[in-house]
């Protein structure tokens, strides 16, 4: 039966061969609670820990090491936005995904700029979180829609700095790579547009993530909206 499994579900286990520890950030009980016990509902799924303000935050992710944080913004001590920037240079490989009540236009640019690699309201739906989260691990970002347009507008005015810094950066095939996930295209449908293979879109993705300096998709369509691309 193991092999069956294997065989028809190579990708699927490939990718959750382990655990994903998620660790919870937020300063109502009710709501670490609530989180807690819907995402251990997921076999994949293993919440490490729960903080509830930014500073403990960063002290369980030293301890705990998770995957992935599920950050609120607006907590008393260490806010998310803080708490997230400090994270992020001190582990870089922990992912952080903004879950929270406020789309002011400063917190959501904020956070995003802080690493955050993205930002859902706490109305989303219990399993666009899951697919959030799932998608976050995999290197995709995740916006809530309700707020999408003014994170494009906020960075788009803050726009200061010509696409030649870009150009002399990055090939014309990573440019138009870069282009498509300043849209919010997945791999796939990059493959699909630009007629490449998914293969070789990913190695376009890490080679633009790192001549840009940056540690996910999210941060790359920031710079590029910020070029004007």
């Given at each position: ?14 990718r ?18 609530g ?16 903080a509830?303000?930014?500073?403990e ?22 806010n ?23 789309d ?16 859902l ?97 999210t ?11």
């Amino acid at each position: 039966m193991d092999g069956g499994q294997v065989n028809g579900q190579r990708s699927i286990v490939h990718r959750r061969e382990s655990t994903m520890k998620i660790l919870l950030c937020d300063d109502q009980a009710v709501i670490r609670d609530g989180l807690e016990m819907l995402l251990n509902l997921e076999k994949d799924f293993q919440v490490v820990g729960a903080a509830q303000d930014g500073a403990e935050a960063i002290e369980l992710a030293a301890q705990k090491q998770p995957d992935l944080i599920l950050m609120d913004l607006k907590m008393p001590i260490m806010n998310g936005i803080e708490a997230t920037r400090e994270i992020r240079t001190k582990f870089p490989n922990i992912k952080i995904l903004v879950l929270t009540t406020y789309d002011d236009d400063e917190w959501v640019f904020d956070a995003i700029r802080a690493g955050a690699s993205g930002y859902l309201l706490k109305d989303t739906s219990r399993q666009k979180i899951v697919e959030a989260i799932r998608g976050t691990m995999d290197g995709k970002s995740f916006v809530d829609p309700a707020i999408a347009g003014k994170l494009l507008n906020q960075v788009a005015s803050k726009q200061t700095q010509p696409t030649s810094i870009l150009t002399d950066k990055l090939t014309e095939r990573e440019l138009d790579v870069l282009r498509l996930i300043a849209k919010g295209i997945n791999n796939s449908e990059i493959a699909a547009q630009l007629h490449l293979s998914e293969g070789t879109v990913r190695n376009h993705v890490s080679a633009i993530l790192e001549k840009l300096n940056v540690s996910d998709r999210t941060q790359a369509a920031v710079i590029a909206i910020q070029h004007g691309l």
